[in-house]
């Protein structure tokens, strides 16, 4: 057996180390995922063909006997260890939301699943609003805004060139696929995503796609929108007329109503902070491997202290999320929570708040960031769990 450790002293790529787990899933090889063992490795099995991969991508690999792997499966296995081996069986097949023209920033998830080598499929509205999303397993939405607002970057880049020509560009879109507004149209395509994890899909957002999203949800049918973003006034009273039943994750939250300010709502965390930089880190919770192996999976990691980073959405305000999602990291000295995962009908859906886990405060135009400097970067890491964990076995309740 091959043993790609994860722990800090062990792995020289973390991130490429997901690729070769993907890479074996696409060649039909069960890999197995040993939760809270060296900071979460993956057993497969060894063959020259694995072996080069993980040496032209960098991938630091150990060579174990039949013998050597049986034990340390024997050891995970004991009902003192806090630890599992959960299989993964099938590739999932990856679909990013995210538009076709090009946006001054870039998205963290489409930077990391390139840098693992990792394929995925790019779709948006249209594709969303054809049924499409059925055809995949994971979907990951995009630095985006559900509410029709264009981000709320209205008071700051309304004179900017590519605000003007997005702004353009959504409501042509909107008008060919028969909405009056982009709100609308933004709301049927939030309404398809929550049909999709209903039916039993996984849902990854960063940023502003988690608050973005649930406040459409929220809001549906009803025009939260000033004039400057869809013609006409907003409805009387609006506030009191959105539906928290409706939402993924939150709940109790109250509308920025400024236009000017870059905020949607009180949910995010940004404006509320009080943390200096060098002390901005969020901690990752720990669970049962064997009792509670889905937020185990998502928080394997070689640390438990992941640094802190800025975004639209920064962090959530913990006493907003809704009592049945799973806080999965947080900030205690801030009241934020960070990193959180749930169950909608069938599926899963995780919300992690920031833009970019190794770039502070990325800001509209900035470069973006070369992974090949942060290959064993812990914020990227909490991605590529989620990217792994619809190819894990589903182990039949205990009735």
């Avoid at 502070?360 to 769990?385: A, C, F, M, W």
């Amino acid at each position: 057996m091959l043993l790609i450790p994860m722990d800090a002293e062990g792995q020289k790529n973390h991130l490429k180390a997901y690729g070769i787990t993907y890479w074996m899933l696409q060649k039909q090889q069960k890999v197995q995922w040993l939760l809270n063992y060296r900071g979460g490795s993956f057993l497969l099995p060894d063959g020259d063909l694995v072996r080069k991969e993980c040496q032209i991508r960098g991938v630091s690999f150990e060579v174990l006997s039949d013998n050597q792997a049986q034990s340390i499966l024997t050891n995970i296995s004991s009902p003192s260890q806090n630890q599992e081996a959960v299989i993964l069986e099938k590739a999932p097949k990856i679909a990013v939301y995210s538009p076709k023209d090009n946006m001054p920033w870039d998205d963290a998830v489409t930077m990391v699943l390139t840098y693992a080598e990792i394929p995925y499929v790019t779709l948006y509205d249209e594709e969303v609003l054809e049924d499409k999303l059925a055809l995949y397993d994971w979907l990951h939405l995009h630095h985006e805004d559900f509410t029709g607002q264009y981000g709320k970057f209205y008071g700051s880049y309304r004179t900017a060139s590519w605000y003007i020509e997005g702004k353009r560009i959504a409501e042509e879109r909107a008008k060919k696929l028969g909405y009056d507004k982009v709100s609308e149209q933004k709301s049927a395509v939030a309404e398809k995503i929550r049909a999709y994890v209903i039916g039993g899909g996984f849902m990854f957002a960063m940023c502003s796609a988690t608050d973005s999203f649930d406040i459409a949800l929220a809001a549906k049918d009803v025009d939260i929108c000033e004039p400057m973003f869809d013609g006409d006034a907003s409805s009387p009273s609006y506030q009191s007329r959105l539906d928290y039943t409706r939402t993924f994750a939150f709940t109790n939250f109250t509308l920025e109503r400024n236009p000017s300010q870059y905020e949607f709502s009180s949910i995010d965390m940004t404006r509320k902070r009080r943390i200096p930089k060098e002390s901005d880190y969020f901690s990752l919770m720990e669970f049962s491997a064997k009792w509670d192996p889905v937020p185990t999976m998502l928080t394997q990691n070689h640390t438990s202290l992941v640094k802190g980073f800025m975004g639209q959405t920064t962090a959530f305000e913990a006493v907003e999320v809704k009592p049945t999602v799973m806080v999965l990291g947080e900030c205690k000295l801030n009241g934020e929570a960070r990193y959180i995962h749930g169950i909608k009908g069938k599926g899963f859906f995780t919300f992690y708040g920031g833009h970019d886990p190794e770039d502070y405060q990325h800001r509209v135009g900035d470069p973006k960031t070369e992974l090949e400097l942060h290959p064993t970067s812990p914020g990227y890491r909490l991605i590529l769990n989620n990217v792994l964990f619809p190819a894990a076995r589903k182990k039949k309740q205990k009735t």
